[in-house]
Structure formats: C-alpha cells, structure tokens
C-alpha cells in the first residue's frame, strides 16, 4: 500500500469527536411489519450530554418491493469533529438492502475537509463509513439503527482513489452508533407569527418576566403583583464547555451580589 511509510501527526480526538460512540440505546421499533421507506427521516438529541447532534436521512427505494434503495445521509451540526481544522462535513450516501420484513442492511459513505467541499480549496482530513442495520415500525414511521462508525486517513483511499477506503485497509478508530430517526410528515402550515422584540444572538444574556416570557426586560422595569413575583435570566453563549453557570446582579448599580448557580 502506497504510503503506508508516512508519519502522521494527529491530534488528540476531542471528547465531542466520540459522541457516536455512546449514543443513550433507542427503544428497537416495534411491531414490524412490511413497510416501505421511501421518505425523510430525522433524528437527535434535544438535551443532555449530546444536545445538539442531529441529523437526517433521505431514503429513495429503487422497486416496489423495496429491495434495494439508495440513502442521502446529512449531519446538520459539526458535533462530530475529529479534527482541529476540520469545517466541512459533505453529505454521507450510501445503500440500503433489505434482509428481511422490516429489516434493511445499510452502509453510508462521506468524509470531511478544512475548507468547502468541492471548491478546489480545501484537503481532506478523512473518511468517514458508517454501516449496519436499520429496523423500522410497522408504518415505517420510526428507524431504529445499529451499526459502528468508522473513520480512515486520507492516505488509505489511493487504489483507485475514488472517496472509498480501500479493500482491506483497517480504521484509524471505530466505535458503536445506535440511533431512532422518525419520519418527517407532512404538516399544515403553521399560524404566522412575528417577532415583538428583538431575537436573541450568540452572547446575549436576557432578563424576562418569567420562564414563558420571551421579551427581554434588560434596561427595563418589570411590575409584579406581590403573590407572583419572579424573573427569569436567560443566556445564549453557544456551545461552551461549562459544568455550571454562577448568576450575579446588581440592585440599581450596587456591587454585584451572588444570586443562584444552575
């Protein structure tokens, strides 16, 4: 194998790199039957440790009976990274073969780069395989997946290069994934709404009238009735690697005083 020689220096794999690896086990889908998934699927983590990770599947079967179809596989954040430089991850594909009522094999193929894919300005940082097996509900509007997720270094896709690892060539790390994506439906479009104030952006810290308020009082004045006072504080720092926030205030322009922690 061309290559094999090279001396690589990598970093070390950030805690976030691993999140697939002990993704919490989703109840298996129930009652399977023999369903058809043609359709969008899309799954996450709207809290706890991996809040934040999420993605989606597009899955196109290629006959009636769908024995066979194709798969377009988007990551809609960067909580994956493996590496420091890393920006762009390009949309995964792949194959879906079924094995039995409910049941499909599948394999997806992408990779990430330092830069924008396809724009000629950025170098591959490395190959991503993730393959096992999919079992959906009897209305095929839950996927259950387990598989492992697989990583490999530029290096080893050179015979031919073609964004496929090649035969025979072992992962840099690989570890469990296990997943449920639901079916996206069709919904009746929702009542508009428009914004009474300003929206919040990365760094705000809000003041509102309570935990349901959404308009920011900072500057402000809040009027309570004496049965029912409160404030809510609110902020918007990103994906910042804290175990706690400590609050403090400060009472018409005193010393800032501890309030709570989180």
């Not at 387990?146 to 073609?162: E, I, K, L, M, R």
């Not at 992962?171 to 449920?180: G, K, L, M, R, T």
Request: aromatic share 12%; glycine share 10%; charged share 15%.
């Amino acid at each position: 194998m061309l290559y094999k020689n090279r001396i690589l220096k990598l970093t070390t794999i950030s805690v976030m790199a691993l999140a697939l690896a002990f993704l919490p086990w989703g109840a298996q889908a129930q009652d399977a039957g023999d369903c058809i998934p043609n359709g969008a699927y899309s799954g996450g983590f709207a809290d706890g440790q991996f809040a934040g990770l999420f993605w989606n599947f597009v899955i196109t079967m290629h006959d009636p009976e769908g024995s066979r179809g194709s798969v377009n596989f988007n990551w809609c954040t960067n909580r994956i990274d493996l590496f420091p430089t890393h920006e762009e991850y390009a949309p995964m594909v792949g194959d879906l073969v079924r094995t039995g009522p409910n049941t499909w094999d599948m394999t997806v193929i992408g990779n990430g780069a330092d830069g924008p894919v396809g724009t000629g300005a950025n170098n591959l940082l490395f190959i991503s395989v993730m393959s096992g097996s999919c079992t959906f509900s009897e209305n095929c509007d839950e996927m259950y997946y387990s598989g492992a997720y697989a990583v490999f270094q530029p290096y080893q896709d050179v015979n031919p290069t073609d964004g496929i690892p090649d035969e025979g060539e072992e992962p840099y790390i690989c570890f469990p994934a296990e997943s449920v994506s639901h079916r996206v439906k069709v919904m009746p479009p929702y009542a508009l709404k428009m914004p009474t104030g300003p929206t919040s952006v990365m760094g705000d810290v809000w003041v509102t009238d309570d935990m349901q308020s959404t308009q920011n009082l900072a500057g402000g004045v809040d009027e309570d009735v004496a049965a029912d006072r409160a404030l809510a504080v609110r902020w918007y720092l990103g994906g910042m690697d804290c175990k706690s926030y400590h609050i403090y205030v400060s009472d018409d322009g005193a010393p800032f005083a501890y309030l709570c922690h989180t």
